[in-house]
């Protein structure tokens, strides 16, 4: 099972932190609140996967689902601190030509320039 | 070690589960542990959406060894024809707009094993076989095919 936190929800942007194994089964458990949290609010996303253990191919689907869906209200999405083998799948699957990754949330506010 | 599936997606956890402790019982390392359990779980996603396997009537068989350049997977299902490494990738396109929210897991697939073969089996089944490498970043090597 995997979980979704709010980590704050203000009027500049949304931040969220996503925790466990993003397989089917974890996909299913928290889409419908991710979107709800991010994509609905039409602000920029901080999207915190430091605790995400395992990200599979669905999982990465589902993020670009709502960063595009946030693009089209010109709100912009970054992904913060992977860990290194999630970092090297999302590498794989190139997410991260369109979907900035970061280490540090200071450094997602200032992509997002709404530091 | 062997395992069957007969429910797919379903089971893929429990399979991965199996699969972290024989592989921690062999001290492959964790970052490699979880390129197997992501290849697995990519290739069997795709054997289930793309052979059009049934919940619950399907068998997937995984094995698992170990070789000294690293893990040898063999995925064998009853779906209709797929070969996963010649089946044309999407288009990734140049901007997030573009970008489709699918097809990324053979993209993964090919980038993190070597060694790929790929064979339709006389009995009806897709039967592929590749090698996660315990050492050093993996890269797309050429696969093979055969009927």
Redesign the interface.
């Known amino acids: 099972m995997a979980e979704l936190w709010v980590v704050e929800s203000g009027e500049r942007y949304s931040h969220v932190a996503m925790i466990g194994?993003l397989?089917?089964?974890g996909i299913d458990s928290i889409e419908t609140t991710f979107a709800a949290h991010t994509a609905a609010r039409r602000l920029p996303a901080i999207v915190d996967i430091t605790s995400v253990t395992?990200?599979?191919?669905?999982g990465?689907?589902?993020l670009?689902?709502v960063?595009?869906s946030l693009?089209q209200h010109q709100a912009g999405m970054v992904l913060v601190g992977p860990s290194?083998?999630?970092e090297?799948?999302l590498r794989?699957?190139?997410?991260d030509?369109?979907?900035p990754i970061v280490r540090r949330r200071d450094e997602a506010l200032g992509v997002l320039e709404v530091a | 070690m062997r395992a069957q599936l007969s429910d797919g997606?379903r089971e893929?956890?429990r399979l991965?589960e199996s699969v972290a402790r024989f592989l921690q019982d062999h001290q492959v390392p964790?970052?490699r542990l979880?390129?197997v359990?992501?290849v697995l779980?990519?290739l069997i996603?795709n054997a289930a959406r793309h052979g059009g396997l049934e919940a619950g009537r399907a068998r997937i068989v995984v094995e698992i060894g170990l070789e000294a350049d690293g893990v040898r997977l063999g995925v064998e299902d009853d779906g209709r024809e797929f070969d996963p490494m010649s089946t044309a990738l999407p288009a990734?396109g140049t901007?997030?707009?573009d970008?489709?929210?699918?097809?990324?897991?053979l993209?993964?697939v090919r980038?993190?094993v070597t060694g790929t073969t790929y064979r339709r089996l006389p009995a009806g089944r897709n039967r592929i076989e590749a090698i996660v490498p315990l050492a050093g970043?993996p890269s797309h090597s050429p696969s093979s095919s055969s009927r």
């Open positions: 194994r397989d089917t089964e395992f990200l599979a191919s669905l990465m689907g589902m670009v689902r960063a595009k693009k290194e083998p999630v090297r799948a794989a699957a190139k997410i030509e369109v979907i | 997606l893929v956890r991965n964790a970052d979880h390129d359990q992501l779980e990519e996603t990734l901007t997030l707009e970008r489709p929210s699918g097809g990324h897991g993209r993964i980038r993190l970043p």
